[in-house]
């Protein structure tokens, strides 16, 4: 796999940031996740970073290097993650459960698999155009849907931010799967929460994006919607990738997993209060998988004549 | 302090099931042994032992490795690995065939295919000046399937000379020593020694390495092919990039090599990588179309060759 990829969460104009984006990769698989913790609850920050943590957690265990079944591992990860909301509320006995919203997306074999609950919206991009993204778990969307408002009333309506689904709620969530979608070499995929699509529309950005270096116009448009949305603009949060298939100009920032071994993950997350930037040293027994895999590899390649 | 040299597992030493022969190269990051294997197949067997990192005494077999550098010589088996797992995955007959890996002497140890043999490099030492065009397209063309294939995994050799090209004894190449091979990835992390030959090694090379590409491995083959002509390698890219003092294939051979020959040695090795040839096959392209003879001018007529005595030589 070869893809460039670009990760950032900004608090906005608000006192805290709720929002929490992560994403790994193993050598054959990449996970991405963006979870806004919800602000009319209480910690709604905490939700968020379960969410994203669980996700990462089973990614970790699972990829080796490649996922059984996307869906299923997103099925079964996110619902895990609303559970584990749900315990945290009852051993804190917190009055209210926190909430998130979760979007997640899968790529491997170059087909990305993506599921959602609430209104942290997926788009793929291709060629300067939006061709497909998620639909809002919002009531406002089912209006817009049913044709009883329009998309330019739906903009500024009162109750846009109210969603019907998301993680952590008394009410199981509903969780909504993409099809299998096959990408295209230069396809972007962008996971953003509302503080960002709500400023800058999908489009927008997928022309901001055509053609562009993901690493300097990723956070030129966050730069942009956080000066739009002003001083008490909601956070803003997106994890994008674009994806490669073969050798490119600028390859010095774009990431390539072959060399990876098969249990091999990165993770990039931000974890609660400490900086995770500890120094990784080959340990016994990853030189003992190394060697395992050059074995194997020897085995499946220039098998002994 | 002069570094000192890693001593090499004796002769007759038993490792695995291999037994030593004797060393057949020495190099900054590792030893190659001659060895024999239980069915009695000569193996070359190359051991990660960085000489500045960790040493072995004379009569030991386990390498001395102090405590702050343990950091860094795991740093480097893991490229060590990443060279192991390159080849692992690559199965062609231009390429060196990895037999084995395992662990010993509180290092690691890769078993490759031997061949009676010699390198492009030793062939140029002998026949200094004398190679002929036939030669240079024959091992050329062939060991190109090779990097061919190696690109075609989206690695780099990034270490390409003549003493990386070993040729068996039908003269069919081999490429070997893939301890540079790299992907960009790494780039991005602390290295422990960029390993490149000066003048076998692109301008790419040297600073931020963030040009690196097919390209980069396609100046090698033709700073190796000049080489071969020249019987030294060329001026390195670093200098010519201060001052550009290499002649010229196409001036310095003209007539000797057929023009296309020198013309392909000349786009290879063209400072600015976007005007090489941008891949493998590319060049290979080039290097198999029909061959045309050097063609000496020469005006058939008396009365053309008397006038041209007087006319001002062409520019």
Redesign the interface.
């Known amino acids: 796999m ?1 893809f460039t990829i670009y990760q950032e969460s900004r608090v906005g104009g608000r006192a805290n940031n709720e929002d929490r984006t992560t994403y790994c990769y193993s050598r054959d698989a990449l996970l991405m996740v963006v979870a806004d913790g919800m602000g009319g609850h209480h910690y709604g920050e905490i939700a968020a970073q379960i969410a994203i943590q669980t996700l990462a957690d089973t990614f970790q265990r699972e990829a080796k290097p490649m996922l059984g079944d996307p869906f299923r591992f997103l099925q079964k990860s996110m619902t895990n993650a609303h559970h584990a909301i749900l315990d945290y509320t009852a051993r804190h006995k917190l009055k209210d459960t926190p909430r998130t919203t979760c979007v997640a997306c899968v790529v491997q074999d170059n087909v990305a698999y993506w599921a959602h609950a609430g209104d942290s919206r997926l788009f793929l991009m291709r060629a300067g155009k939006v061709i497909t993204q998620t639909k809002d778990h919002s009531r406002i969307r089912l209006l817009v849907e049913e044709g009883l408002i329009t998309e330019a009333q739906a903009e500024n309506h009162p109750d846009r931010n109210k969603i019907y689904s998301c993680l952590g709620s008394p009410t199981p969530p509903e969780i909504e799967f993409s099809r299998k979608t096959p990408l295209e070499h230069g396809d972007v995929l962008l996971l953003c929460s509302d503080g960002l699509w709500g400023i800058t529309t999908g489009e927008q950005m997928a022309v901001a994006l055509k053609g562009a270096n993901l690493l300097q116009v990723a956070p030129m448009l966050l730069d942009r919607a956080e000066i739009k949305g002003g001083v008490h603009g909601d956070n803003l949060s997106m994890v994008a990738v674009r994806w490669e298939d ?2 490119v100009e ?3 920032s ?6 990876m ?1 098969q249990d091999e993950i990165t993770t990039r997350l931000e974890e609660f209060g400490r900086n995770p930037a500890y ?1 990784s ?2 340990s016994e027994d990853e ?2 998988k ?2 395992e ?3 194997n ?2 085995d499946k ?2 098998p ?1 004549k | 302090m002069a570094q000192q040299a890693n001593q090499p597992l004796p002769n007759g030493h038993t490792l695995e099931e291999y037994t030593i022969d004797r060393q057949l190269s020495l190099g900054g990051f590792s030893i190659v042994y001659l060895a024999t294997d239980p069915e009695g197949t000569q193996v070359a067997i190359k051991e990660y032992l960085p000489n500045s990192l960790a040493l072995r005494n004379n009569g030991s077999t386990k390498p001395v490795i102090t405590p702050e550098h343990q950091g860094a010589f795991r740093y480097g088996m893991k490229c060590f690995f990443e060279e192991g797992r390159a080849l692992a995955r690559l199965s062609h007959p231009n390429v060196i065939r990895v037999l084995n890996f395992f662990r010993a002497n509180d290092t690691v140890y890769m078993v490759m295919e031997y061949e009676h043999g010699r390198t492009l490099q030793e062939f140029i030492q002998k026949h200094q000046g004398h190679i002929s065009e036939r030669f240079i397209r024959g091992v050329f063309t062939r060991m190109l399937n090779g990097l061919r294939e190696v690109h075609a995994h989206k690695l780099l050799h990034l270490d390409l000379k003549p003493s990386n090209i070993y040729l068996r004894a039908d003269n069919t190449p081999v490429l070997i020593d893939f301890g540079a091979a790299r992907q960009t990835l790494a780039t991005d992390q602390p290295i422990l020694k960029p390993m490149y030959t000066p003048g076998f090694a692109s301008p790419e090379h040297y600073g931020t390495r963030k040009d690196l590409g097919p390209w980069s491995d396609i100046y090698s083959v033709g700073a190796s092919m000049y080489a071969c002509l020249a019987g030294s390698a060329p001026q390195a890219a670093d200098e010519r990039l201060k001052k550009d003092t290499l002649a010229p294939a196409m001036m310095r051979w003209d007539g000797q090599f057929s023009d296309r020959l020198l013309e392909i040695i000349d786009w290879c090795l063209n400072l600015n990588h976007l005007y090489r040839p941008q891949s493998v096959f590319a060049l290979q392209k080039a290097l198999v179309e029909t061959v045309t003879p050097p063609t000496p001018k020469r005006d058939p007529h008396w009365l053309g060759r008397f006038v041209g005595k007087f006319r001002k030589p062409p520019q």
């Open positions: 070869r073969s050798y600028d390859a010095s774009s990431i390539s997993t072959q060399t071994s120094k040293d080959l030189i003992e190394a060697i895999e050059i074995r590899a020897i390649y220039n002994k």
